[in-house]
Structures are given as structure tokens and as C-alpha cells.
């Protein structure tokens, strides 16, 4: 048997000619492939002689659902990768290489376990082996936790195929070692612009289990509307859009076993103090300000609000402090997490113009400035937050607390800076700062960017003719997108966001999420806007977007990842389609460049 | 009872206060409502003393859809029009009318059709009026033609609306005269690139009869696929995209009723001579030619294609004609509309050097241009479209063959021409040309642009920071999108596409279509990249984009496009939401400027 060595899908020098058909998604860390070929899976048994404590039944559900997701998909892969074609005029030919069949079917996969009672939380091992031989007869998988085995199960799940003729096979023998390069890996979903309903969000949960994503950030409420229902409140849900579009204790409570089962966190966010209107309101008018002015984007002089709707909660009224504290404590004692975002993004300034409050503390000392403001804020809340939250509570804000023109004087180092603004600048400044960054810069990883605008009576669509120059709003420009363009998966992909940092910044960094603001979202796009796209972002986070000699192997995801695209759909996760089929069923027949290189370290 | 006189939802002087909560789209050419409030609505029959000829079931179906559309979904307006807000500090209050409850129940429809044979194609008459008085117990509609009386109904369907306790009501009285601005009013879905099932095109259908669109233009195939079972070649589905994504005859007849049975003509297009590889090649690889080239974007010089794969018809090699001949004559026996699309678009030169038989006939006579070969092809080519057509055939191309710079020297006068490029200009150059067009400029129609590039290994996303300069690739350029920025529902409505027309050559202009190109849409997004987008257009075309004192009407459509897209979603038709529902639940306050006529004419 002779075999060409080739550069094989996943980066690796593998022998190849007729490589293995499998191509998972995240590629793993280390993946070691034979020539032998596949051989037949037949009514795995899961057994374990580990305890894993009180997530036993987690880990025994968990395998039953990748076996279903096995046996009833039972997938054929939709996207094979194959070198790039020599096309006409020179005539072309590719060899196939016999390979012998293994005798011994797989029946069991045998898991083991080290520590079966570890919690799901930042920075909990995710670490997994994966191991099949021609005559073991069994899938080992070895995990130091259970959440590094519901990680190997995805990955077992787009090991075993269809033959195409109702029999299951695995290619073989595979030899996997795998853990995420970051511990913070996620998507943020906002359901204060629109709502959401749960089995939406589930979905979403699905699509980030199989893509090994392990954070949904869940920006719950903003001006627009509150969907939660809160204990010490329950007028609050006065300001849901309807009665139907509420989320109960017990939809927030569903939504975080659901995630929990996959390995997935749920942060919770309430967005303060500014992006506060819905909810607050109703619990007392004064604790809110500037909710009815008009956002004055067209006279910029006045503007109350980055978007309509306007509200801000007010710093300086002392009963804000109160209800932020019962709003937090109830969301606290249903949400598990260690984590909690308390927002901290735009202050507008002129929204406290409403407040008499605020305007009167400014009369008071005329050195005072919105810099000492959010100073105020921060002074104010963060005790309540991290007493309610106890010793294990680690909260998260937006950048913008610590480096916006009004910034707070003192933002506490141990709090996790989101950053959104200014690509590797804003996170370098951050990291150099001390603080641990979570990435989610616009100009990368925003999914709701390139729409056009949501505003309404907008003249600057009313134009007939390029007015020239340069590119131009209604012509190659945002067209009322202020983060267009929409960010393609090789935008994401591409992304060194640690590029220029020195590695004790580079430490800060504890991974990255892509955002999905709603503005213009809801039930029906929410999948295609943030699948297979998040998926490029799982696996960049999960094993890099670099092959082992540091190249970048954008070109080389295009067909795992057309190929994901499509059993993200067959596994009930809407998400949109990339290419021309054509595309997927010839491998680099739709790349730009014929040189395999072209996207450069 | 004291009215204000203000700016009703339909720009027109109403009385107002209390003003009607329906608002249907397309807003009528004439309504006039009176201020007596509404009736109920009970058990409503067709009544007709008219022959409908064969269209007799037509109508009955027609209106049962109708009936069980009302009863079935209970609406009520989702978005109502009111004036914008005073807001902070100036106080706020709103009075409210009480109006007469009237005492007779509209129990039935009564129909008059003048023509009820009228065939459904280009010109027939859609005209319609429709009346409500308190005491006629009936709503009366009158026609010219069914297909009017179709119109008639869906505005019916939107005029019916729950008072939210059980009970169909309807605003009274009511006068409606209406009828379209422009024939042709129209989107386009491509099967070519992707495959859509038939119950998504279907879907498509829904959502164009409900917004009074009476054209779905059918591109049926391209390079990428041939779906297309053909009755002479029905090997040509083996470029099918797979076996199930195949159009039967069955398929395809069935589209075309249930579109003609909602007065929607189905146009078919293939696009030749360019675009062509798929099907056609498993018929004879010698008729089309650079079907194995590289697309070679990388090296200009040699590029064969816009977008892969490459492919186009061999116009010199004799038996083309016959497979175009017969292809074109099974589809025409299965298509039922006398108008036909032939293509004619985005010819590449570099493609015909693959073609021994066009290299020749260049080399014989090295006079010979490129303008020549498409001369040939029109010479050669339009006899057996005519010729089978037979006396009622108009045929459709692109705009390309009679513009580009190797343009066809005589273009028949009688072809319709669809534009596409240049906005206003080619629209100027074609009418004073003499002929016909359908407009598709895609600056503002083309709802496909804005989701990056789809083409692979492409380095010039793998950028950290923004070089510089003006709007940037990457930084608020296009992002891949050669088309980019996405159209807005403004930047359709907005669009004045006869301005600076002549008269004579404004009576060219036969109306529009907004094409959605599927290089990256399948199933799954459809529906909400099309709509309500298209709904827009549907207005612009049937009654213009301004009010009766000429000022545009953009932002009096807003309330009328929001409550119209959950209408669409109520309806099955999947789509896409355009603001946070506080827009929807609050006119006005998500406008951009204060001052209700930023919108200029």
C-alpha cells in the first residue's frame, strides 16, 4: 500500500489519498489518525465504574441523548474536504487506497472519570481522551471531570457516521487528547429589545453544546422591556411586552438545567445603571430618569439615549439602591452561577439632566463631575452586589465603567472587563490595566452588525444617486448600521485578539463571546444571525485558528464547518447556509484564491 | 362630537382622535372613512350573481381562504398609527372619541365582476372597489376581473379585525377605489444556487398575494444546479443537488396554480447563454464550454466567471440550438404565462477561450468581436424562443445584453429588458432606448447584499486593524458584499426609480422586482430576507411611496410595515422583525428625527 502525504483536514500530516470522512468540529487539540479504516458501532452501552456523585444521572442522560442524536441522524458528513482541484487544462486523476476492514465492532463506550462531583464553573477541567483500536471493541474516554466527558460525547457524536446503507461505522483507530484553549467561551443573547421564547433559547443551548461553547450570556432586560418575573416585584412584568412574553422562575430555572446538562453556564446580566427603564418604572417612577424625553439622536446637543427607548437609573436617589438590591437578590437565588454581569455600558450624560436628584448633587459641589458620578455608582452598588452574592460571586461589566471619557476613578481589579470597542486596542489597555478581559469586540464578533438601522424616519435612505467621493452610506457604506459590515465566519475566525499583548496580558484574556443584540431579532432569525457563525468562534476558542505550524487554517474549516453547518440543522438548530451547495459538494471549488495560503499567519 | 383634523395613518385629512385602528397594506390608491365606528361582522357569504366563466371555483376558494384567514387568526393590529409624542417636560394627554355602536351585522359579501374570464397576465385589469355602509348589512365589492376581486378580498382580509373579546368587527363606513400604479410588480427567488422546496416557494406566494405583488419571477437554475425535471433530457437532474432536490413537472404545475389561483403570474427563467453548466452538460459536454476552468478571481486575466462555478453556452457549436430548442419547449409547455425570461446577463469573454468551435470562428475572421457572438446568439436563439412561444411569447432578458460593452449590436425592440445596474441611469438609457423595462436596480432592490462574501480562502478578512483612510473593507465597508450595504425597507420604499424620466419614457417602465440571489439562502432564511422587505416594494408599486400632497410617505408606512409583518408571521409567512416591539407598541418614538417630515420628496 502506498499512500501520498498529504495536508489533511485537520492541519496534521495524515496519510491520506482516501482520507477519513469525519472532520469534527471543534477540530481537537491532538487527533491521530491510522489507515485501517472504519469498522461497524453497534448498540453502545455506556459503562462507567465511576461514581460522579450527584451528576451521575447528568452523565447517563447525556450519553443516552448522543446516542439517540446517533442513531436517529444517522449523518452522512454533507461536506468532505479534499484538496484543492487542478482544473482544465491540465487533466486530473486521484487513486484510491483499499483499506482492510476491522473485524471487531464497536458495543460500549468505556468512560472514566476522575472527579465526578465537579461543578460547572469558570475554569472547571474540560479535558477529555478519546481512543478507539481495531479490536478494543469499545470508545475509551477518560475525564477528569463530567463536563470534559459531555465534551467527548459531542465529539463522538460527529465521529460515527452512516455508511449510507442503515449501518453505523467509526472511522479507526483515533487517538484524541483534547481541552479548550480558553475557559470562557460563549454567545451573548439579549432578550430585553425583543423577546425570546424558552424553547428559542434551548435551541441555542443545543447549537453551543455541540459547537463546545460552555457560556450563554443572557443580557435578560434592557429600556425596551422586562420579561422576568421578580419575586419582590412582581409589577415589574408590567413592562414585558405582553403577558405571554415572560419569563417565570421556573422558564429562567429550566433554561439553566437545560445548559447545565450540556455543559453550558448561563450568566445572567441586568444592565445598570444605564439601559434601565421597563420594570424599574414600575416599581417607583423616581428611581428611573429621563424615560420620557426624546432620545434627540437629530438634535445631538440634547441626546438622552444611544437608542430609543431612554432610561437611566438614578445614581444619586438613595431608593434605587434598595430595589437594585431585592431585584439582584431574587435573579441571585435563581441564578447558579458564580458569575453575574451588572452591565455598565453608555451612561449618557444628559439623561441625569432629568433627574433633580442628580442635578441638585452637581449644584451642591460644583467640582463634582459625571466621573465622580460613576464613582458614586459603583461605590453604592458593588457592596450589595458582592454581599448578596457571597464569597464565591465574581461579577462582570462592559469596558466602558473603566474607560469611557466618564468613566469610574476606581474600578476594583477583580471585576471582568466585557470589551466591545476598538478591536486589540481596548483589550490590550485592559489587560495591561490588570484586569481579566472577556472579548466581544464589534468590529469582530458582534452578529447583529450589517441589518441597516432600526430607526424609522430616517432620511439618509432617500438618496437616488451616489453623491461620490468615497464610499458612501447607501452605496458600499453601513447603510445605517453603525458596526456594519455584517461579520462573516472568516471575519470571526481570523480574529488574533491577543495579537500585541505580552504574555502576562495575554493571561487576562479568559476567552470571548459573540453577541446577538435583538434590536432586529426574534424568534424567527435568531438561529440563522447566530449559527454556524458562533460555531467559527467555538472552535477558535476550543483548539485556535492556527495549524501545527502556525499557519492559519481559515480555508481549512471551510468544510468542517459547511459540513456543521448542515448537522446543526438536522439537529434542530436553525442556522442559515453559507454557500452555494456547489460549494460544499466540491471542496475549494468557491475559494478566492487558488493558492491554499492566501489567509497568512 | 368635536374631531381634530389631523394626519391619518393613510396621509390623507381624516377625523381623526380616535382614529381607525386599521391600516392595511398597500395603503388603497382612494379610501374615505367616516367617524360612525365599527360593526360586527357575522357568518359572512359570498354572494355573486356574476359568471366567472372557468374562474367560478377560483373565486369561491378565494374567498373561503379569505373567511378562514379572518376567522382563523382573530387579528388585532398589532402596530396602530398615532401621532408622535410630546414628550418630557411638556405634559402629555390624548381625549378620546365616543362613537355610535351601529346596529346592522355585515353578513355578506356581494360581489360584481364585470369580466370574469380575464386571463391572469401582464395588464389585466386588478382594479377593485370595495364599500361598508351602517346599514347595508353587506360589504360590497365590485370588479373588473376576478383577479381584481382577489385584490379586493386580501384588503377585506385586513379591513376584519377582532375587537379582542371574540367578537369580528369592521370599521365603518368605508369607500376603497383602487387598483395598481404599475403592472409588474414582482420578486424573483433562484433555485439555481440553492435548492428551496416547494413549500417554501409556496410561502413566498402567501406573503406576495397578501401584499398585492403579482409577479414571482422564477430563476430556476444556474451553473451551481439544474433542478429542473426535462420531459426531452431527463438526465439533466443528475446536477441536481441530490435527488430529492428536484422540481417534477408535478412540482412545477402545482406552483403555477397555487400562485395563479392568489393572482400571481409565475415568470420561468433559464438564464442563457451565460450561467449554464449544470444539466446542460450532462446533455452534451460539448455545448457549454470553461465548465472545468478555475473562476480565477485571483488572476483577473484569466477569470471565467463572476462567482463559481464557471460554465456558459457554446453560441458557435450547432447543437446548443437544439438542446435550447427543446428544454425551452417542455418548460414552455409546462409554464402558463406568456412571458419568459431568457437571461442574457454577465457574459464572460474569457470563458469562450475554452471553446475550440468560438476560436475558430474568431480566427477565420479576426474582425469579428465579442459584440458579434452575442449578435449571433440573439440571431440564432430568439427564432426558436418566438417560434415556440407562438404569437402571445414576450420575452424578458437582462439588461446586459443591450448595455454592457459587449453587447449584442441589435437588440429586438419588443424584449423586455430587466435592469439591474446604475440605478437611474441604465433606467434613463433603456427607456429613451425605447424599451420596456422592469426595474431591479441593485442599489436598492436587491435583498441578498449584506451577508459578506460566500467565496472561501479569502484573506482580506484577516485584518486587526483598520488601515486607515476612509470606510474601510472590513470597518464600515462592504465586508465581502459586492452589493453591500443591506437594503432597508426605507431604501426600498424611498426609491424613485422614474425620476428624471420624460412622460413617454416613464410608460416604459412596466413596474419592479426585487430579486433575492440564494448563493446564501436556502429554506431556512427565505422567508425573512425577503419579507416584509418586499411588502414595502409591494406599496411603492401598487400606490406610490407619497401622500396626496406629494410629501413621501415612509414614515406614515412604518406603523402599517410593522403591524403588516406580524400579519405575515400570523400568516405562516416567516418574516423578519424590523424594530424592537417597543417601536411597534409606541409610534413614533423610534424615529430618528422629531420632525415627521425628514423625509422629503
Sequence with gaps: MKCATILGPLGL??????????????????????????????????????????????????????????????????????????????????GKTKRASAATAVRSVQLSVTDGDADLQHGVDESYTLEV???????KITAHTVWGALHAFTTLQQLIISDGKGNLIIEQPVKIQDAPLYAHRGVMVDTGRNFITVPKILEQIDGLALSKLN?????????????????????????????????????????????RARGVRVIPEVDMPSHSSSGWKQVDPNIVTCINSWWSNDDWSKHTAVEPNPGQLDIIYNKTYEVVGNVYKDLSAIFTDNWFHVGGDELQNNCFN?????????????????NDLSQYWLDHALPIFRGTG????????????????????????????QSWNNGLTNIKNLTASGYD??????????????????????????VMTNPGGDVTFNFGGNGGSWCAPYKSWQRIYDYDFTANLTAAEAKHVLGAEAPLWSEQVDDVTISSKMWPRAAALGEMLWSGNRDASGQKRTTQLTQRLLNFREYLVANGVMATNLVPKYCLQHPHACDLYYNQTAVSP
Tied chains: 1, 2.
Design 133 to 139: 483500536t481495531a479490536t478494543s471493541g469499545s470508545v
Design 215 to 259: 457560556v450563554l450570556h443572557w443580557h435578560l432586560d434592557d429600556t425596551q422591556s422586562w420579561p422576568m418575573q421578580i419575586r419582590s416585584y412582581p409589577q415589574m412584568t408590567k413592562d414585558a411586552y405582553s403577558t405571554r412574553e415572560i419569563y417565570t422562575e421556573a422558564d429562567m430555572r429550566r433554561v439553566i438545567a437545560y445548559a
Design 437 to 462: 478581559v472577556i472579548v466581544s469586540s464589534s468590529d469582530f464578533l458582534y452578529l447583529d452588525c450589517g441589518f441597516a438601522g432600526f430607526v424609522t424616519n430616517d432620511p439618509r435612505y432617500d
Design 13 to 94: 500530516l495524515v496519510s491520506a489519498v482516501s482520507a477519513v470522512k469525519v472532520n469534527p468540529l471543534p477540530a481537537p487539540r491532538n487527533i491521530t489518525w491510522g489507515s485501517s479504516g472504519p469498522i461497524p458501532i453497534r448498540n453502545v452501552n455506556l459503562r462507567t465504574s465511576d461514581s460522579h456523585g450527584h451528576n451521575n444521572a447528568l452523565i447517563q442522560n447525556a450519553w443516552d441523548r448522543t446516542w439517540s442524536a446517533i442513531v436517529d441522524l444517522q449523518w452522512v458528513p454533507a461536506a468532505t474536504e479534499a484538496p484543492i482541484p487542478v482544473f482544465d487544462p491540465f487533466p486530473t486523476g486521484a
Design 354 to 370: 432629568f433627574s433633580t436628584y442628580i442635578t441638585e448633587w452637581f449644584a451642591e459641589d460644583p467640582s463634582r463631575t459625571y
Design 390 to 417: 457571597g464569597p464565591k460571586r465574581r461579577l462582570m461589566m462592559w469596558e466602558d465603567i473603566f474607560i469611557n471619557t466618564d468613566a469610574a476613578h476606581n474600578v476594583p481589579k477583580d471585576i471582568v472587563l
